[in-house]
């Protein structure tokens, strides 16, 4: 039995193959029936999986496929024009094929699918174009009926199918296929020995056919004997089925067995470990790199740095380029997905009446195989959405000056690190206002949001669920579903979609995605004592702006980015980090990208670019919202990683704490409403000083509280009583004295900024140069006068002058 | 050489033998403080016991949720005992310890006071929890009584349940 299953897992792998490339070569063949090497092609497609079902008794697959079988025979053959309403047919039988297999997959059994609607349409047109010169005599329409009752008989499929070619190439065909099977089969045993028993290689197989060897993991040695594997070459031989397809597609043609690629299948799973064991590895790597940088700053100029340089240069170089090309092995060329999309499209003008044309290019470009798999459904949508809102209808086209027949241009290319999507039309394109007044009447946005939309976010809208433009729901779109999809899916790959369009001209569409999920490269930025890992995909620029860039609209912060308005939202108030306000003059603001929004995170410090390994937070931490895993660094700590996308949802929620931060940025600063509320602290320990700047202050009406010596003002700084605007301290005082003063208040990060100014005798350059050290931004020699102390206080407090 | 190291093997089999039979009424626990109370979890659900070392903080999770460490390229919840038990953080001190539990998949980190001693059990010894205290939430496994301390048993699956 699990030989059985064996048999059959590779019996589904290689029909999905064959059948995908099957919908790839009928839609060439349609544009161009001509094609007798296609047409061969495609024949020999259909018979193989007609074979190899009928070893395994799927018999209503094998009937299926052996009908299909008669139809491009009688093509191959001459004898039938392809014509769309013939391809319409044959279509609809790979459809069925297709679902067959499913079923296959899930059940093992291929029963509960009804092909006999199918099978007799493809019997009327094999049999019923009579009108076609009949070359040969094929008793085809005479065992139709026949065979359209299910279960026949396993030989009699095999002799019918043969029947329906003739004598020559049933020989040959059989000849051929026997040959492969030997061949293989040969080849199979060979490897095994040579595997398990280190059988010296003897001289490749003496054998005519050379496809058969070329496939074939290992040269053939001949001696094994060929003999047992006739009489039964069925169960064993037909899960090699593949490389005999690829063989036999080669040998007719005469093209060189050479071309076949050299390939083997490996478990995914066995590629995610080897990609587990890369993260490890980058890791230390990142950790070597760090102890290294720590060693040479203690050993500066030791012989042995110089070595240890080297290795860990050639460590880091080794393991890049292993997780390099690690990545490689798991990338699949994006035409894996492209290739579905010319039959997709096909179908869609003949259901819609338009004439397309797809044009693919870079299908080559290559990405994370999970990526490729989660890309598939948002193309198609995104093209749907194409053929059926962006090409018009041919004759409006017409009108139009445009060709009949529309465009759209899939192309896939790299750039940097991430794979640029493009998809192009050349129809009618969005119309922004058309977008804002159907989004206002569903009620998606409102009118003073429709206001302030730019062109390029209105043509965001098509992302919103439950958006549709179009007046009917069809067959092809107009649920409003599919868009959202779009944006939901390509978020999930931290991808970033931008939109172009321009009304009668066409729309474009880039999806920006970055080539592999697992080890990326992020941008570590730092709030108060935390740092986060920001996923560098995501991030379109940082600017440091001023505070005075900073606006406040509608109770949110916002910034102007040259031509945009920028949302903000400081990743303090999401990550509910406990911030003493430095209120520094500038801020860092990480403008991040995502689907088509942006939003402009405002940090504390940017640390740097650094390539992080994402690993889960375990069972009991998943989920939290705006974290989409750790990282640990070359430290060893463990840094988070923002989730882009819950950070932009969450971003919304904190409307109110942008504007609290605010708030907070004004009381901090203290919002003064009157003279009386800028506190001002003297630390003298002459009472007489204290006094003469009492004098000098008292006019401006300000708060003023005395100290007599550093303690005791540090003390008092520390009650938290009182929110001081600025300090006038005194160098010289008993227990501490004016440079340790400030020294320690500086230690405080809420502190930072608090205005610290040195009113002193002591007048040395050396006693200033100290004075700045510790932090002072004034230095008033004694003796002053008291209009100048008052005018210093004032500039540092910014007194406003209407309080005078 | 090899007789010796038959004799020992021997020997060390019979001694698995003897935990053997006895294992079936006895229950081995290592004990630890929190607060002013002793507990317990059974000593195979420990995958190790470490000194503090550095967390990071998570946000969005209930104060008793430290964070997380890195123990050996793992990302780890850690979780303080204490304000789970509504006792209020403590600084650590230099008994503090990282008890790392693990059951199936799950594994966490928690902080304890104090270790006290790895200890063995009668089952016999070991009572139901107070009858107000029964209930499916409840964290507590059993209690133990040996020298005439009284240990509480910690349900180890219910720690390592996301409770928020």
């Not at chain 1, 085809?140 to 065979?147: C, G, K, L, Q």
């Not at chain 1, 006038?728 to 003063?741: Q, T």
């Not at chain 2, 979890?41 to 998570?58: A, D, F, G, H, S």
């Not at chain 2, 010894?125 to 107000?132: E, L, V």
Request: net charge negative; hydrophobic share 40%.
């Amino acid at each position: 039995m699990d030989e059985f299953q064996e048999i059959l897992q590779d019996f589904l792998v290689e029909s999905f193959e064959l059948v995908e490339k099957l919908d790839e070569d009928l839609v060439l063949l349609e544009s161009d029936p001509e094609d007798l090497e296609l047409l061969n092609g495609i024949f020999r497609v259909a018979h193989t999986v007609k074979g190899a079902s009928s070893f395994l008794n799927f018999d209503v697959l094998t009937h299926l496929t052996h009908h299909m079988e008669d139809v491009l025979n009688k093509a191959r053959h001459g004898e039938l024009i392809i014509t769309p309403d013939i391809m319409d047919v044959v279509l609809q039988s790979i459809d069925l094929m297709k679902s067959l297999l499913n079923t296959i997959r899930d059940t093992s059994s291929d029963a509960g699918i009804d092909v006999s609607e199918c099978v007799s349409r493809l019997d009327k047109v094999s049999g019923g174009d009579g009108a076609v010169p009949v070359v040969e005599a094929t008793p085809v329409v005479e065992e139709a009926p026949a065979v359209v009752e299910e279960t026949p008989d396993n030989d009699d499929e095999e002799e019918m199918d043969y029947d329906s070619m003739d004598a020559d190439e049933v020989e040959a065909e059989i000849e051929r296929l026997l040959q492969q099977r030997q061949n293989e089969d040969k080849a199979k045993r060979a490897a095994k020995i040579a595997a398990g028993e280190a059988v010296p290689e003897a001289p490749p197989a003496p054998d005519e056919e050379e496809p058969a060897a070329a496939a074939a993991p290992t040269p053939a040695p001949a001696p094994v004997a060929p003999a047992p594997v006739t009489p039964k070459p069925a169960p064993e031989a037909k899960p090699k089925a593949e490389p005999a397809g690829e063989a036999k597609a080669a040998a007719p043609a005469k093209k060189a067995p050479a071309a076949v690629e050299q390939t083997i299948r490996v478990d995914v799973k066995r590629l995610d470990h080897l990609m587990n064991l890369i993260g490890e590895l980058v890791l230390a790597k990142n950790r070597l790199i760090k102890i290294n940088d720590d060693v040479e700053e203690r050993y500066e100029g030791e012989e042995f740095l110089e070595e240890l340089n080297q290795v860990v240069s050639i460590v880091s170089l080794v393991t890049t380029d292993l997780q390099i090309a690690v990545m490689k092995t798991r990338m699949l060329p994006i035409g894996k997905v492209f290739n579905k999309f010319p039959r997709m499209i096909r179908d869609l003008t003949r259901e819609l009446n338009k004439k397309i044309e797809l044009e693919i290019s870079g299908e080559d470009t290559e990405l994370d195989k999970s990526i490729v798999e989660e890309i598939g459904d948002p193309l198609v949508h995104i093209i749907r959405n194409s053929c059926d809102h962006g090409i018009e209808q041919p004759e409006d086209r017409v009108a139009k000056g445009k060709t009949e027949s529309g465009t759209i241009k899939l192309k896939a290319y790299n750039e940097g690190n991430a794979i640029v999507i493009q998809i192009d039309d050349d129809g009618k394109g969005l119309d922004a206002d058309m977008l804002k007044n159907k989004s206002l009447e569903k009620g998606i946005i409102t009118e003073k949001e429709a206001d302030n939309m730019s062109d390029k976010e209105a043509f965001t809208l098509i992302f919103k669920p439950g958006f549709s433009t179009a007046a009917t729901v069809t067959n092809v779109s107009g649920r409003g579903v599919g868009m959202d999809v779009v944006k939901t899916n390509i978020e999930k790959l931290n991808g970033i979609i931008d939109i172009d369009s321009e009304v009668g001209v066409g729309t474009s569409m880039k999806l920006k995605i970055p080539l592999t999920l697992a080890i990326i490269q992020a941008l570590l930025v730092g709030v108060q004592e935390e740092y986060y890992a920001i996923p560098l995909a995501s991030v379109l620029e940082t600017v440091r702006i001023s505070n005075d860039e900073i606006y406040t609209v509608e109770n949110r912060s916002v910034m102007r980015l040259r031509e945009e308005v920028l949302s903000l939202v400081h990743i303090g108030d999401i990550f509910e980090v406990d911030r003493i306000l430095d209120g520094s003059e500038y801020a860092y603001v990480v403008v991040l990208g995502l689907g088509a929004q942006k939003l402009g995170l405002i940090v504390d410090s940017l640390v740097g670019q650094e390539e992080i390994v994402i690993k889960s937070m375990g069972d009991y931490l998943k989920g939290i919202e705006g974290v989409a895993g750790a990282t640990i660094r070359g430290d060893g700590g463990v840094t988070l990683i923002v989730d882009v996308v819950a950070l932009m949802q969450m971003a919304k929620g904190v409307k109110a704490s942008a504007s609290s931060q605010n708030n907070a940025v004004a009381q901090i600063s203290h919002e003064k409403s009157k003279a009386s509320d800028y506190k001002i602290m003297i630390v003298d320990d002459s009472k007489t000083d204290r006094m003469i700047m009492r004098k000098a202050l008292e006019p401006l009406g300000v708060s003023l509280i005395e100290a007599s010596d550093g303690q005791e003002a540090l003390n008092i700084l520390k009650s938290g009583e009182h929110n001081f605007d600025a300090m006038l301290v005194d160098i010289e005082m008993p227990r501490m004295d004016g440079y340790s003063l400030a020294t320690e208040i500086k230690k405080y990060n809420k502190y930072k900024n608090l205005p610290l100014i040195a009113v002193t005798s002591r007048t040395g350059k050396s006693d200033r140069m100290r004075g700045v050290e510790s932090g002072m931004v004034e230095y008033i020699t004694k003796p002053y006068s008291a209009d100048y102390l008052s005018s210093v206080v004032q500039r540092n407090v910014n007194f406003k002058s209407e309080f005078l | 050489m090899s007789d010796k190291l038959k004799q020992i093997i021997n020997k060390q089999s019979e001694q698995k033998d003897v935990g053997l039979d006895q294992s079936e009424d006895i229950v081995q626990l290592v004990g630890f403080i929190i607060g002013e109370e002793e507990y317990a979890v059974p000593i195979l659900t420990i995958q190790e016991i470490i000194k503090p070392i550095n967390w990071t903080r998570v946000p969005q999770t209930p104060p008793y949720v430290r964070g997380v460490f890195n123990l050996r390229g793992s990302v780890i919840p850690l979780i303080d005992l204490r304000i789970k038990f509504g006792l209020g953080a403590k600084n650590h001190n230099d008994e503090t310890r990282f008890f790392v539990l693990k059951q199936g998949d799950e594994v966490a980190g928690f902080v304890i006071d104090r270790l006290t001693m790895a200890l063995r059990i009668k089952k016999s010894d070991i009572g139901p929890p107070p009858d107000t205290l029964i209930s499916d939430d409840s964290m507590i496994e059993g209690v133990g009584k040996q020298d005439g301390r009284i240990l509480t048993i910690l349900k180890v699956n219910k720690l390592l349940a996301r409770d928020f």
